[in-house]
């Protein structure tokens, strides 16, 4: 199903914000895969390949009837399965005529399709994401569509977080983050990367979300999911509060949330969100957060942004160099390592793709 | 001539309308080759390759002096058959010196040109045009340059009036082309598809024409000539006077006209018109239906216009996909066996092509 | 260090005016090497390979920190030798982190950089471009950035200046440089094209600049130094008093100076100056000269650059055919054979590349 792309395709990526899918038809490219979306008269989302099978015309350029759509050229209709319902001026339907259904689930407020063999598609396997459900975290999210990078390079971003010293030195970074010692551990789909800061000075904007001066104890628990949600458990707490033994009542706690789809080989969906479990009601600070983020360019995310999206060209052209590793990309090296080993995994022993077709 | 192009090369293609040839030099591709068109001295129109002998440098970039163009580089003149007549700084001219010159018919007032062996190009060979004359049939055409598809699509497009009902649904759309059936027949060069729907209500356009309630007999009667024109005689009469018959006095007739010419693989100029034998004197009616055609992307081409580019990038997307076909496609399939059966023969028994280079 | 480009490496290619390298970093692509260029705190100009040792991120995106880069993605610290002299979090630094150096020398008021071989890199070699030093020769130059043409084809153009006649003809054209036969010679890294219009009617231009009436001794010298060096003297002198003897005192002299470095094999940059010794301080001459040659698309260069690109375009689409030659081709001729034959040296006698990786 896949040969030789740098993305696993039997895995669930988020295609859409639960709120973006309505009564239209929406295109989105996931995995090189052209799918149109849309909602269900009975509230489930469905995902179908965007080509008609006639003549290719995608088919979000036609318009929903009830359950199906309804191709805009020659007007063949298509059911939430997939299967062609109707051909113009003709009784007999081809019962071959269908296109692609695709696996989808609704959670977490994103939607997440499974570009893979659909009988591999088990909602269990679903990321864990509940940080962005909005009860117990409260936060304002986005997306940057078709960022133009391989999302690895996205996972590779926030399994380090040195880069903040440097890209958002204004704002979150520290030379702490530096000095201090990380560690990273692994298991079979996830790798973590925990980094405890004790007794420092805050950063800026986390001595403005805790308000009150003095030292702290920092931590940094980033959490990469297979192949592409890593969660960001941060906080800072008054120092000797008993935070690194446990007890973070005395401080503030927050978690960037990224969940990835890639696009094409060179380019990805980023979902994000950065929640919080303090002042969960003050909706301003949401807002504030969201724009320290994401900020008509000005925003930490919006560095990024512009730093992968470089990185990318880069690449492009210098193709056979490989990268060299710093002690700094132990993280992103685990997730990377899982990543190669799903990839391996579909290719299947002899190299080639095990997924059916 | 060619090899592996998805266009013949012997045939007359439409470059231009006569009125935009005139004493300035006028680029134009045509089956991927460079074209610059200009028109002598005695009226005629000459056609040479756009590229100079010496260095490339487009000779539409120079100056026409009489009957020859100057190149705006270094000066060397060419004839209007293409032979150089001038080498700056030098009395002795390459004998070999020239560019190609292309065999061109200005008729139905259009400028044909044959991009492949000149040997061939004969004028009898030129579609027949004749209801774009000015004559008998009236009405104001245009033309969509470089529009973004495989000159086949709009073939296809015109050789099945089904799509009428979902892309023009609000115009000459209409329930009737789909429940009636119809007939292809096919010659040598060409093939038709007539469609004859019996009492029925008139759609929006035909009734305003016809300008008397009533139920009518609506007839399509689409003829591809090949490789590249399909004229389409459309209208509608009163029913049960007679038109299936043979007597359409009572009714209104009008004709869509089509010359289509490959520019790249993916590109093609479409020369259009819909004339009508009824009111032909009536100038606000011929410019009513050219804005009902085309109309800043609200006209009925216009809509196909979006419908034919968005197949190419589906196309282009997929390349290895086939096309499935429908009842509907009969007229479109024969047209591309004739088309196919053109690419055979210049490519020759062995696959090479015949055409002299 | 090359392979089949259609630029020699081993050579110093002009990056920059002299004026335009401070204390911030600038990225200009040479050979298709990404260069980043600044100045140290001694005064003399580094060039530094544009890409981070460890994921790539453009250099000059970072930062200058005294006479080092630090990467703006992860903070790494590159000196001006190219070493890498901190890492992020680590003591040790892996002692293969380096980018590259390129040789750089600043001289005649542009910043030469030698993209090959470092160790065949000598100061003597740059070439004598001692018009453009401010000193004698007085004049206001520019740079197209990013011509799109290969970067020979403004050698061919400058080394025949027939086409003044034809590109320029509304101002330096004249119809006695196609009547005037011209002579060429040619040295290890040299060739020459002399021309000498005796006793003609000034061009506009020259006609100006000399500021009496009568008849003139026209000359144009034009010399090529390989690879990328052109300097064209030219001027006129009243007719009879001895020019073409040696004795320009009568006359007025200019000097027309091209050093132009490729960017990628259909590019490059083309730093220009049209210096002359008559009426030196005369600074509104001087940003009149200037103006005359680029002036927003009005000017002689821009009538270049138009042709230039227009001739690049069409090569891209005949990749295969042949330039053919008139005798007017002989200076370019020359320069075309010295620059293959430093081609052919740099890739060896086994057509493999001597120069060291």
């Given at each position: 199903?896949?040969?030789?792309?740098?993305?696993?395709?039997?895995?669930?990526?988020?295609?859409?914000?639960?709120?973006?899918?309505?009564?239209?038809?929406?295109?989105?490219?996931?995995?090189?895969?052209?799918?149109?979306?849309?909602?269900?008269?009975?509230?489930?989302?469905?995902?179908?390949?965007?080509?008609?099978?006639?003549?290719?015309?995608?088919?979000?350029?036609?318009?929903?009837?009830?359950?199906?759509?309804?191709?805009?050229?020659?007007?063949?209709?298509?059911?939430?399965?997939?299967?062609?319902?109707?051909?113009?001026?003709?009784?007999?339907?081809?019962?071959?005529?269908?296109?692609?259904?695709?696996?989808?689930?609704?959670?977490?407020?994103?939607?997440?399709?499974?570009?893979?063999?659909?009988?591999?598609?088990?909602?269990?396997?679903?990321?864990?994401?509940?940080w962005n459900d909005g009860a117990e975290w409260k936060g304002e999210g986005?997306?940057?569509?078709?960022?133009?990078?391989?999302?690895?390079?996205?996972?590779?971003?926030?399994?380090?977080?040195?880069?903040?010293?440097?890209?958002?030195?204004?704002?979150?970074?520290?030379?702490?983050?530096?000095?201090?010692?990380?560690?990273?551990?692994?298991?079979?789909?996830?790798?973590?990367?925990?980094?405890?800061?004790?007794?420092?000075?805050?950063?800026?904007?986390?001595?403005k979300q805790?308000g009150?001066?003095?030292?702290?104890?920092?931590?940094?628990?980033?959490?990469?999911?297979?192949?592409?949600?890593?969660?960001?458990?941060?906080?800072?707490?008054?120092?000797?509060?008993?935070?690194?033994?446990?007890?973070?009542?005395?401080?503030v706690n927050g978690a960037?949330?990224?969940?990835?789809?890639?696009?094409?080989?060179?380019?990805?969906?980023?979902?994000?969100n950065f929640v919080r479990t303090f002042r969960t009601d003050d909706e301003d600070l949401s807002r504030a957060l969201q724009?320290?983020?994401?900020?008509?360019?000005?925003?930490?995310?919006?560095?990024?942004?512009?730093?992968?999206?470089?990185?990318?060209?880069?690449?492009?052209?210098?193709?056979?160099?490989?990268?060299?590793?710093?002690?700094?990309?132990?993280?992103?090296?685990?997730?990377?390592?899982?990543?190669?080993?799903?990839?391996?995994?579909?290719?299947?022993?002899?190299?080639?793709?095990?997924?059916?077709?």
């Amino acid at each position: 199903m896949t040969s030789g792309k740098p993305f696993p395709v039997n895995a669930w990526y988020p295609a859409a914000w639960g709120n973006e899918v309505d009564r239209t038809l929406k295109a989105r490219t996931i995995c090189e895969q052209e799918i149109v979306l849309f909602r269900r008269t009975d509230g489930a989302v469905a995902a179908l390949e965007d080509a008609c099978w006639h003549r290719l015309l995608p088919l979000s350029m036609g318009r929903l009837a009830g359950d199906q759509v309804v191709c805009g050229y020659h007007g063949l209709v298509f059911n939430a399965s997939g299967r062609c319902t109707h051909m113009p001026a003709q009784q007999t339907i081809n019962p071959s005529a269908c296109v692609r259904a695709y696996p989808v689930v609704e959670k977490h407020r994103l939607v997440w399709v499974w570009p893979g063999d659909p009988a591999l598609a088990k909602e269990a396997l679903v990321p864990d994401f509940h940080w962005n459900d909005g009860a117990e975290w409260k936060g304002e999210g986005g997306t940057f569509y078709s960022l133009k990078c391989d999302w690895r390079l996205v996972v590779d971003n926030l399994m380090d977080l040195t880069h903040e010293t440097y890209v958002h030195s204004d704002s979150i970074g520290h030379d702490a983050i530096l000095d201090t010692p990380f560690e990273v551990t692994h298991a079979e789909n996830t790798a973590t990367m925990t980094r405890w800061m004790i007794d420092i000075d805050p950063p800026p904007f986390w001595a403005k979300q805790l308000g009150r001066p003095g030292k702290v104890d920092r931590w940094q628990i980033v959490t990469f999911q297979a192949p592409a949600v890593v969660i960001g458990d941060v906080g800072v707490a008054p120092a000797a509060t008993g935070a690194p033994q446990g007890d973070r009542s005395h401080g503030v706690n927050g978690a960037f949330l990224a969940a990835i789809a890639p696009e094409t080989e060179t380019s990805c969906h980023y979902f994000w969100n950065f929640v919080r479990t303090f002042r969960t009601d003050d909706e301003d600070l949401s807002r504030a957060l969201q724009r320290a983020h994401v900020n008509d360019g000005k925003g930490v995310y919006d560095q990024d942004h512009v730093v992968l999206e470089a990185q990318q060209r880069a690449i492009n052209r210098h193709p056979r160099q490989p990268f060299y590793n710093l002690n700094i990309d132990a993280g992103a090296l685990w997730a990377r390592r899982i990543i190669d080993r799903m990839l391996e995994q579909e290719r299947g022993p002899q190299g080639s793709v095990q997924a059916a077709e």
